[in-house]
T-cell receptor
Framework: GAVVSQHPSWVICKSGTSVKIECRSL??????MFWYRQFPKQSLMLMAT?????????EQGVEKDKFLINHASLTLSTLTVTSAHPEDSSFYIC????????????FGSGTQLSVL | RKEVEQDPGPFNVPEGATVAFNCTYS??????FFWYRQDCRKEPKLLMS???SGNEDGRFTAQLNRASQYISLLIRDSKLSDSATYLC??????????????FGQGTILTVHP
């Protein structure tokens, strides 16, 4: 079946550094990918919709200059957390859409970011 | 009001028990409905889609009531491996962005011997 690879799984970094997270669709082309964030004991919250070849669409309250999204190819989207701070510590997870049905949505395995 | 609301639980049940989870959603124009399962610090995994006619997959039965904007999940004969967080998920974009999902906060289930 389809696989979405997300890398890295864990990141520990110092405050002020930038962290890049990659999301790859391994055996299908994904024109649209989604980035979610999940704080402990809370639901996944959509951060942004990443569209290949165009600017990402950010959800209300998500700073686009803080969370840079690049979807340069049909199989790769990246999320860069710029100047990370402890409050950015969270579980970040991507998903890739194949086709036009919600069932054809595949999630990456997530990235646990810890900012010291 | 949250877009998707679930009872967070936790539900602690013995093996073999039947347990039911409820969920309500606020957007009457919501298009698609799902139950996902999420284990700790893992990605959510699709358990089943939910249809108005109701659908069953083995020990799992899902129901949708559009008039009441209510979704349910019934698990029969609970197994230890059913322990997880169950997420009620709604898709509000009936256009091309079927992947734009709204998640409930999840209901924690623990099945004990």
């Amino acid at each position: 079946g389809a696989v979405v690879s997300q890398h890295p799984s864990w990141v520990i970094c110092k405050s002020g550094t930038s962290v890049k997270i990659e999301c790859r669709s391994l055996d299908f082309q994904a024109t649209t990918m989604f980035w979610y964030r999940q704080f402990p004991k809370q639901s996944l919250m959509l951060m942004a919709t990443s569209n290949e070849g165009s600017k990402a669409t950010y959800e209300q309250g998500v700073e686009k200059d803080k969370f840079l999204i690049n979807h340069a190819s049909l199989t790769l989207s990246t999320l860069t957390v710029t100047s990370a701070h402890p409050e950015d510590s969270s579980f970040y997870i991507c998903s890739a859409q194949r086709g036009n049905r919600g069932e054809k949505l595949f999630f990456g395995s997530g990235t646990q970011l810890s900012v010291l | 009001r949250k877009e998707v609301e679930q009872d967070p639980g936790p539900f602690n049940v013995p093996e073999g028990a039947t347990v039911a989870f409820n969920c309500t959603y606020s957007n009457s124009a919501s298009q698609s409905f799902f139950w996902y399962r999420q284990d700790c610090r893992k990605e959510p995994k699709l358990l089943m889609s939910v249809y108005s006619s109701g659908n069953e997959d083995g020990r799992f039965t899902a129901q949708l009531n559009r008039a009441s904007q209510y979704i349910s999940l019934l698990i029969r004969d609970s197994k230890l491996s059913d322990s997880a967080t169950y997420l009620c998920v709604v898709n509000n974009d009936g256009g091309t962005s079927y992947g734009k999902l709204t998640f409930g906060q999840g209901t924690i289930l623990t099945v004990h011997p």
